[in-house]
């Protein structure tokens, strides 16, 4: 074969691996907003009620000058590690059982789209999302649970809410560096502004 041919095969394959790649990635950025649209704004708005800490989280995300801000690994960086001080004596678990039990059915959906293969970050975030569920509808009661169950829904809320926040910061961006327009709307629906627009 000559070599002409066998380098044309080689870039036609690497072009077309590369557009596989980036359609493969708007269609999970379809599905990341269509789930942040439906879930998980609201459900941040939800959780940040066990957030002893918030008004450090509202003062760093409820900005649009911080949301802009052009170090996007730096905003990254800052959802993943900082220490979110949940407490689920702090809020109404059964309020925020029933807002999980409404969202169920899409919830469950999500899990079926072929997109999710291709985001384990966002795949995570699901599952722990679920589980809070789980161990929420296996409780009939919230009133005197012992101190370790307490403790127990603490750790589940954190890591869940840790999650969604993180995978949030990570859709913003993508909107305002692709979508501006979206950022726009996206904006007045903050869930740590105190001018949202979010409706439960």
Not at 7 to 23: A, G
Not at 41 to 69: V, Y
Not at 124 to 153: A, G, Q
């Amino acid at each position: 074969m000559p070599l002409e041919v066998v380098l044309i095969s080689f870039i036609l394959d690497k072009y077309l691996n590369k557009r596989e790649k980036q359609e493969k990635f708007k269609k999970m950025q379809v599905v990341i907003s269509a789930f942040y649209t439906e879930v998980g704004s609201s459900l941040i708005q939800n959780l940040s009620q066990f957030n002893t800490n918030l008004e450090i989280l509202k003062k760093e995300f409820g900005s649009e000058q911080n949301l802009i801000n052009p170090n996007n690994q730096k905003t990254l960086q800052f959802a993943s590690e900082f220490d979110y001080a949940m407490d689920s004596r702090a809020g109404d678990l059964l309020d925020l059982k029933n807002f999980l039990i409404t969202k169920k059915p899409y919830i469950l959906s999500m899990f079926k789209n072929p997109n999710l293969l291709e985001h384990d970050h966002f795949t995570d975030m699901l599952w722990s999302v679920y589980h809070v569920l789980d161990e929420l509808e296996n409780r009939n009661t919230f009133t005197d649970l012992p101190t370790n169950d307490f403790n127990h829904l603490s750790i589940d809320i954190k890591r869940s809410y840790q999650l969604v926040i993180r995978e949030w910061v990570e859709y913003m961006i993508h909107l305002k560096n692709e979508y501006p327009y979206l950022f726009s709307l996206a904006i007045r629906k903050n869930p740590f502004s105190d001018n949202e627009i979010i409706f439960k």
